[in-house]
């Protein structure tokens, strides 16, 4: 019933830079496709339980606590939520492809770009912040310059070149690599050597010299008599 459902947002999922991906908004992509294209949708808790029950996708739980009581709070801040929103920030679940891997390349880029979201998110703050407010002007600055700093730290350590070279060093030291060189120091170990030929000495036959110049000497002494 639900399989073109779960096909976008499959589909929504490989496209996404970030590749773990809030659960709400994979639903709200889906329920955007649902109602242009005519395919019904579930509810965000049904959509949820579709995506954990699919060998397709990598399901991650929320690590915040008191999920319950934050409902009700969610509630009544609901127009601020749609604000972060907007911006990219959503609470709740995870979820991923299986079928990608999370690589240090891949988690670098992840974590520059929530970086760069967040001081995307806090310029807006400040281009939006109530005049007159010194106490506020002060903190956001204050956070600002914590993030601005944040951002040049991540940019540098992870970078594409050394997320690279760690994804290298990181394949040479898995038990896989090191599972395949044990395997090839081992059939070297169990393949005989080359035998080397010893070629026979040759027989020497020795010439029967001391005949031949004991007839002569014989010889010699029949024609002196």
Not at 5 to 12: D, G, V
Not at 57 to 62: D, G, R, T
């Amino acid at each position: 019933m639900y399989e073109r459902c779960l096909n976008e947002a499959e589909r929504i999922l490989a496209s996404d830079k970030d590749v773990i991906v809030p659960v709400k908004k994979i639903w709200d992509a889906v329920d955007s496709q649902g109602k242009k294209q005519g395919f019904e949708i579930p509810s965000l808790p049904d959509f949820t339980a579709l995506l954990e029950g699919d060998p397709r996708f990598e399901f991650m739980a929320s690590l915040e606590e008191n999920a319950e009581s934050t409902e009700g709070l969610l509630a009544e801040e609901s127009d601020q939520q749609e604000e972060l929103e907007s911006l990219g920030f959503y609470s709740g679940d995870r979820v991923k492809l299986k079928s990608v891997e999370l690589t240090p390349e891949v988690l670098g880029e992840l974590i520059r770009r929530k970086v760069d979201l967040t001081m995307s998110a806090l310029t807006k703050a400040w281009e939006r912040r109530p005049e007159g407010d010194q106490d506020t002007e002060d903190q956001l600055l204050d956070i600002l310059a914590k993030t601005q700093k944040l951002q040049r730290e991540v940019k540098s350590t992870f970078s594409p070149e050394k997320m690279k070279e760690l994804e290298v060093a990181l394949k040479k030291a898995s038990p896989k690599s090191k599972k395949a060189k044990a395997r090839k120091a081992a059939t070297k170990k169990k393949t005989p050597a080359k035998k080397t030929l010893k070629r026979k000495p040759r027989a020497i036959t020795a010439k029967p010299r001391a005949k031949k110049s004991a007839a002569r000497s014989g010889s010699k002494r029949s024609s002196r008599k």
